[in-house]
């Protein structure tokens, strides 16, 4: 199993940065990949940015340009670079992990993210 720890939210001005961290333990060897996902209130969950094990990414295409996924291996951590950030990027951020044969069952609690005009 992977337990994964988010920390970084909070309130910021439009046009502001956040980083979000998401610190994973447990059977990390076996992650195929790990992203970030957000749900805004009344909406579904939707992708923010995904990052393979061998490094590659993947960003949805309302954040491209300007949120950056990244992976710290020492710490386990993969942290999510936001900046230029919008009254819509205000959600909660959840980070997940890909673990086969399961897939995309790993979850953290969840990060507020708040951005004011």
């Known amino acids: 199993q992977v337990q994964l720890v988010e920390s970084g939210g909070g309130l910021v001005q439009a046009g502001g940065s956040l980083r979000l961290s998401c610190a994973a333990s447990?059977?990390?060897?076996?992650?195929?990949?790990m992203g970030w996902y957000r749900q805004a209130p009344g909406k579904q969950r939707e992708l923010v940015a995904v990052?393979?094990?061998?490094?590659?990414?993947r960003y949805a295409d309302s954040v491209k340009g300007r949120f950056t996924i990244s992976r710290d291996n020492a710490k386990n951590t993969v942290l999510l670079q936001m900046s230029s950030l919008k009254t819509e990027d205000t959600a909660v951020y959840y980070c997940?992990?890909?673990?086969?044969?399961?897939?995309?069952?790993?979850w953290g609690q969840g990060t507020q993210v708040t951005v004011s005009s």
């Open positions: 447990g059977s990390i060897f076996s992650i195929n990949a």
């Open positions: 990052r393979t094990s061998g490094g590659s990414t």
């Open positions: 997940a992990a890909d673990v086969p044969p399961w897939g995309w069952k790993s």
